[in-house]
């Protein structure tokens, strides 16, 4: 289990997150919505020691990643798929899986989740010795996430998988989303497509400038008022 506790980050004197928690249990689908700049990247880059926190902690299955370089915190099966994809475009396709797993020397273990990887998106196989940077952006959005499951993640965390994307490519990511998810891969999402990501989720956390305001399952939350009036736009 993910646990986040009175998480606080400080950008100069901007006060980014003031003391959030939240926790993401084993097996389950946990999305955090809010509004542009609410907080929701910093949460995520917090976690994986990409922005170092003022106050808090942060554990995973009970130890502390704390003070943690990130590449051992992804080695603990924790894996961040960042906002806006970050694909090598001048790397082919595989060339970019491959890269995902340079930490990893289990070398049947890299060919099978390739192979896994493939089954999930066969855009991707298709594409496997085409640049990346030619790629659309639901495909290069794809290979992100293919790239995130070479490190064979136990909590994989996504920043607005559907940023950018048409409708389709949208369904078709929350799709892979929950595929990804019964085979035992624990998520968390940040979105702004916050029916999407409520949908999807077993368990949802609502972040306004730097706090978390409401908490609940996903389908709770997309029946409440405040909810539907601020995310939803209705009412
Ligand atoms: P978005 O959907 O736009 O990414 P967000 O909810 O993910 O929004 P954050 O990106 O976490 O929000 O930003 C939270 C606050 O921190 C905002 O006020 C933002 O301007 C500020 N901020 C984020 N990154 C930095 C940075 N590197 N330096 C200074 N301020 C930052």
Redesign the pocket.
């Known amino acids: 289990m993910l646990k986040v506790e009175d998480l606080s980050v400080h ?2 004197g ?1 006060h ?1 997150l003031q003391g959030i928690g939240l926790e993401v249990k084993d097996g389950s689908i946990v999305s955090l919505i ?1 509004a ?7 949460t995520l880059r917090a976690i994986v020691g990409l922005v170092k926190p003022s106050g808090g902690r942060v554990s995973w299955n009970g130890e502390p990643l704390g003070g943690l370089p990130t590449k051992d915190i992804v080695s603990r099966g924790v894996c961040l798929v960042p ?1 806006g994809r970050h694909v090598f475009p001048n790397l082919t396709v595989d060339e970019n899986l491959t890269l995902g797993a340079y930490a990893r020397s289990d070398k049947p273990g890299i060919a099978a989740d390739r192979k896994k990887v493939f089954g999930f998106f066969p855009r991707l196989e298709q594409r496997a010795t085409q640049k990346a940077g030619t790629l659309s952006g639901g495909e290069q959005q794809m290979l992100a996430v293919g790239r995130a499951l070479m490190t064979r993640p136990k909590l994989l965390m996504m920043d ?1 998988p559907s940023l950018g994307l048409a409708p389709l490519i949208v369904k078709m990511i929350f799709d892979i989303v929950r595929q990804i998810n019964r085979e035992g891969v624990t998520v968390l999402l ?1 979105e ?1 497509n916050a029916k999407a990501a409520l949908e999807i989720a077993d368990d949802a956390y609502v ?1 306004e400038t730097g706090r978390i305001t409401l908490h609940g399952p996903g389908r709770a939350l997309l029946q409440d008022d405040a909810v539907r009036r601020a995310y939803l736009g209705e009412g």
């Open positions: 950008y100069g901007i980014a809010g542009n700049g609410a907080g929701k990247s910093t906002e607005e940040i702004q972040l």
